[in-house]
């Protein structure tokens, strides 16, 4: 029997609180309105920015089911839909490519007006929900909402994905790969035979590695304080790893003196205000360029010295490896079914839904790269 046109109740994880751990919960999924599309998830990641929102430090209002990196089937499509058709599988979007706005239209960048990292209002682009728990209605996390067996999502942020694509794999496109990788690719655009410097190794850091990897870097020095995470990164192509704490100098003067005077590229993948300095100061003082990717806690301000830029530093950060999302997702699917790159590294964990709360557990304790949960 087709649900479309109906409510359907299934089930999701609800964040009632912050630093609670998540209440699988029947929700109920409305319908799709206009130029919206129901999909069905059938595998989602844990990313650190789903853990951001669990630590509060962003200010969406609760209760809300997180969850943007994710892979599904449209289930019903609302009015007006024209790009995907009920069947098809499709990638959502946590940045949207509205198509239209001045970000949209500018040749390079991405973060279309219509996002909801900005405002964080926590609903669609109509300004209300779709889903309810307990007759409450349930926020909506940067229009995607993947920790639900269902949800309701933009037509401007889904992409249609080829129809062989494994949904359990390239659900790590809608976030975690394809940010750290076009971070290196796209953003920094690291040059063949130069030296990168990649701070924090959990899912997003390896694949700016990969990245810096594809784009023919000499030398790629990881770093993390977790030693655990060193294996794995030169797996993927770290020639070098090393931890702040295995040193008494501050370990940008270890990375300059690593490298001749400061590295080529630099990327920060942690979140943290002092690693982002770090990462700045650990590239060349004339040409060095650096790429901010982890997201900072909250809205606080960090102090730098403005000398570190007069000398010719170019410092720079990007939401979504810098990638226009609803053109360029599916032809990354496309780049990985055609195995130019792969996402098995990544993959550390695969559970199901309803162990959600083990899933971030894994991520706490510094043991996962990306866990995939599935429906
Ligand atoms: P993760 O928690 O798996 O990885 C973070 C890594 O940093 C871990 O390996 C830690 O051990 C390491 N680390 C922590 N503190 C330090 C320190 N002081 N020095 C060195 N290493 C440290 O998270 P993730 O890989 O999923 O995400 C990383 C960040 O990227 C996080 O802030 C997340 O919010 C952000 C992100 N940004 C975008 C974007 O579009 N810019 C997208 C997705 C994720
Ligand atoms: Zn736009
Ligand atoms: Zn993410």
Redesign the pocket.
Known sequence: MSTAGKVIKCKAAVLWEIKKPFSIEEVEVAPPKAHEIRIKIVATG????D??MVSGHFSIRLPVIPG??AAGIVESIGEGVTTVKPGDKVIPL??PQCGECRVCKHPEANFCLKNDLSMLRGTMQDGTTRFTCRGKPISHFLGTSTFSEYTVVDEMAVAKIDAASPLEKVCLLS??FT??YG?AVKVAKVTPGSTCAV?????????VVMGCKAAGAARIIG????KD?FKKAKEVGATECI??QDFKKP?HEVLKEMSNGGVDFSF?????H??MV?ALACCQEAYGVSV?????PGSHNLSMNPMLLLSGRTWK?????GFKSKDSVPKLVDDFMAKKFTLDPLISHVLPFEKINEGFDL?HS?K???TILTF
Do not use: M, Q
């Open positions: 844990i990313c650190g920015s853990d951001h943007h990196e946590f940045t976030c975690g940010t750290g971070s701070f924090g190794l959990g899912g997003v850091g390896l694949s770093v993390d304080i977790n995470k931890s702040p370990i920060e993948a942690i979140g943290r002092d690693t770090a901010i990717v982890g997201v900072p950060g990007a939401i979504f490896g991520l510094g996962s790269f990306r």
